[in-house]
């Protein structure tokens, strides 16, 4: 770096610069003060100080002031004020403070040299603009000058430290002014590949692959924004009226309450409904019939489903008073509500992750025996729902990869027609039996939101696949069963192939919610410093912490730099458009999350998924077309050990989890990929975590569910979900299952046989072991870390965060 700093054009004017002062400047600098106006009034035209130092002293004035995160014992002897009067004297008196001299100074030390310790990280690096700056103006009070010279100087002007393009997509920002006609810029996403950005603060492991490059012209990204603009409408329509299938009539539907132990359908029946099943307010449109209504005279009924519900409309677009299930928005139709009680965050930011949703509780009023209590607690409950969320015991979580894994099981591999195989994921290891098998049971998940994926060149918590795999985005919308589960499988295939794209463009145009209330920008620009510059691992606390593979060691190497002085910077970034992208997996060992998602996707999982349709094998050495292959062949090739390799495998090479970006982190709690901790405070320090704990819950008469309203259940301070930290014994049902008696904080004897079953016996979370007691239902209210896949361990390398540190890297979090 300093070879091309060197070249630039102002260096060399500053060695001019630096000559001319130092060999002409006249007067003593003996540290008392010019005057104690908002400014120096020394003439700015030859005044080093004035205009190549001070304006540099802003930003560490970010920190270096009375309450600032530097104002601890040894950041005494550099403090700034609140505005630049009397900047040169404090500077002057800083330099006294910490030993005079030049380079030896830690003026110049802290804020360059790699091995010293600084909050503020490394912005002034040595031989850069900003330390030969510096260094002329200790050199001047070494000297006794007051670095006046007579030449001119270009003052220095520094990049905000705030600003956040909330998640925005190149294409959405650059088409929202142009023509149909005008060419797209690159995806910044796909110029995410091995090599680039190496040896910057922001570190990039986790890369793009292209999955369309043997595909048709039309199936490859889209070249202009008339063309991404249809595609993202298309999405839209997609998500609206093409993605719900048939679930029941209107007339049911009106009669769901009937299972809630209710005397009467209640006045309130669309709110209660959502609050049972943790289904949320839409922010379109979302009409349904009330009794005696006619569907196309009321346009659609007066009723509002929530989201993940549609009502049906047939080929001329009319409402039939049909209600069909939207898969995709029961993991991510996520809401906040507002004070109204409807969507806060609109559409706009539609696709959160939804941490509300409950599929055991749909799935037991289901039920036939759902009235029978005893019956009921007994029996797990049973339908669709339940089967694509094995293992799931909490509401708030899903297992969509469990899902997924018993699809490609009965599914075959190359033409998704039926070919159930519970062997074509094993690795048989000769005389000992399996070696590895697929456990579809720990996946337990806080779904990420659609809007980052933007930001993302690679999809899935572990940084599976790459983006460009569109395919997949499409496995939970087959439409009516029939499609999912056909002969040949080519309904499943061509629903695919006819919406993956467009969904991916709609999804690509979402932004972040911006955050409701008053930021503190002062805080925040602390907290933007400390987020981009701090070295976490120069702190003695993580002297024996994993490193990780690159970077500056603050939380940009892997979630990405956001403010634009560091996005601007190439010690960051090699090219601006890179900004917030998030594309760093962290291996278990330095991330230390829970890894049983990680450790349930095997070897075998990995490798076999690069042989099936959702790998892009067309067009590769060896692929053969479904319709060119017999059946009895199609049949039998899924166990075939040599199989043509798709374009866009499963990520191998490091195994850990991928850092989320953080284009609106405030609403997506709770955190950590199975969502074991409530608050964004309790993230940056593990010890604050608890073990056993309770959302906020709001109860009307039977119906009971948590609480999403912003005003009484989210916490402003600590960002997240206000919570009651429960013991065992608080647990809904007995303490004999729910307690251990010889470790109280350890698992209860029932989730150690049940953790060894899902741990060791593929497919064993289909069945639970009951816990007959009136009321234990309700366990899955509670988060409990105790149970496989929910530990809340792990990013305890910001435990070495000082409390104001903590408090400005939350603030700044907000301005995402």
Known sequence: MTANVRRDPRWIAMLGLTLSILAGCAGDYAGEADDNTAVDDTPAGGDHFLTQVQPRLDFCRTCHIPGGVADTEDGHRFLLGANAAGDRDRVYDA????????????????????????????????????????????????????????????????????????????????????????????????????????????????????????????????????????????????????????????????????????????????????????????????????????????????GQLPLGMRQLKDDDGSWTGEIGTAACFLCHGGELDGADGGASLGLASLGLGNNNYDPMMIGRDGMPWAQAEYVADVLPPLDVNTLFNIGIKQRGQNNAVGAFEFLVTVLDSDNLGLNPNPLKFVTINGAQGVLDVSHPLAHTQDTPPWWNMSVRPRKFFDAGVSNDSTRIIMAAGPGEIGDLFSADGAPYRERIEQWDQDLEAFFLSRRSPEWPREIDAALAEQGAVLFHAKDLWAEAGNADAPRPHGGNGSCAPCHGAYAPRYVHDPAYLADPAWEGIGAHIAPLEVIGTDRARADMLTPTLRERWDMTYWGYPEGVPGYVPPEDKDPLTEVADDMYLERPVGLCGWEKSVIGYQAPPLYGVWATAPYLHNGSVPTLEQVLDSASRPDIWQRQLRRDGPVVGFDQSLDRAYDFQAIGWKHTVLGCSDIPGTAVLNCNPLNDQGPSLSQLTQNLLNSTISWAGLLSLPDPTPGAFDKRLVYDTRILGNDNGGHSFSDVLTEPERRAIIEYLKTL
């Open 95 to 302: 330099w006294q403070a910490l030993g005079e001299g030049v380079e030896s100074n830690l003026l110049l030390i802290e804020p360059s040299m790699p091995a010293e310790p600084h909050s503020g990280g490394k912005p002034w690096p040595q031989g850069g603009l900003a330390y030969e700056a510096m260094k002329v103006l200790l050199q001047c009070f070494e000297q006794g000058s007051d670095c006046i010279t007579n030449e001119d100087q270009i003052p220095v002007q520094e990049r905000a430290l705030l600003g956040s393009k909330r998640a925005a997509h190149a294409w959405q920002t650059f088409c929202a002014d142009q023509a149909d006609s005008a060419t797209l810029p690159p995806d910044p996403r796909s110029q995410i590949l091995p090599g680039v950005n190496e040896g910057k603060a922001v570190y990039f492991n986790a890369f793009w692959e292209d999955c369309h490059v043997n595909a048709p012209v039309a199936e490859q990204a889209p070249r202009t924004c008339g063309e991404y603009r249809a595609r993202r409408d298309r999405g839209y329509q997609f998500l609206t009226d093409e993605l719900p299938s048939l679930a029941m009539s209107a007339e049911e539907f009106n009669a769901t309450w009937q299972a809630w132990g209710l005397d009467e359908r209640p006045e309130n029946f669309d709110e209660l409904y959502g609050l049972r099943y943790g289904l949320n307010p839409a922010s379109f449109d979302n009409p349904y019939l009330l009794p005696g209504e006619d569907p196309n005279a009321t346009n659609g009924g007066s």
